[in-house]
């Protein structure tokens, strides 16, 4: 199904909203976080933190460990992180609440000892100039949400090129889906435009 989907509310949604097993995460998500404009270093850390966790994953696994990953990386403070070292690295490994991905892990960690080095506000301003200048058309269906576009492309170079690791086009486009950037719920989603 990749048109809009009638929740237990009545209320059409983005079809992933209300995917088997979610038991009410994605639902939850879509309606209230998903689309929606992130601002600040911190928070954008977070998101660009979980993209990067969530690859070769469901967005699922990590909504579900979400509060997990929090505990573990210190509520994403860039400042917080960035002082963690080897022992932490090998505290990380072990946490269940958490993906226990090595190369993951280690591009966090060393991500945030690179934007601990960036002017406050210097992350949000770099990943929001690469917003679209003109919104797209609402997407029918999910067929017509793309995985990559220019701008996510771009987003991608730019992170790379400043040293930030474990961020390809996928995820960057993703990111923008995720905060804002971009607004990717169907046109007849009742989440496109809240009130």
């Known amino acids: 199904m990749s048109g809009p989907v009638a929740g237990p509310d009545g209320l059409l949604r983005c079809p992933w909203a209300l995917s088997t097993g979610s038991t009410g995460e994605y639902v939850a998500y879509h309606d209230s976080e998903w689309g929606r404009p992130v601002h600040g270093d911190d928070a954008l850390y977070e998101r660009l933190c979980l993209e990067a966790f969530q690859s070769g994953l469901s967005w699922l696994t990590i909504l579900r460990r979400r509060e997990g990953f929090r505990k573990a990386f210190c509520d994403f403070s860039i400042a917080a ?5 080897t022992a932490d690295a090998e505290r990380l490994l072990a946490d269940e609440g958490i993906i226990r991905n090595r190369a993951k892990i280690e591009a966090t960690l060393a991500n945030a000892k690179v934007l601990a080095d960036w002017e406050p506000g210097e992350l949000d301003t770099l990943i929001w100039s690469h917003a679209p200048e003109e919104p797209g058309p609402a997407p029918l269906t999910v067929t017509e949400v793309p995985a ?8 991608a170079k730019a ?3 400043a040293g930030i690791r474990f961020v390809g086009p996928t995820t960057a486009y993703a990111l923008m889906q995720a905060c804002g950037l971009v607004n990717d719920h169907l046109a007849a989603c009742a989440l496109r435009d809240p009130a």
Do not use: D, R
Request: overall charge positive; charged content about 20%; aromatic content about 6%.
């Open 148 to 155: 990559i576009t220019p701008q996510s492309t771009a987003l």
């Open 81 to 85: 992180v960035a002082e963690f070292g």
């Open 159 to 161: 992170l790379k090129k």
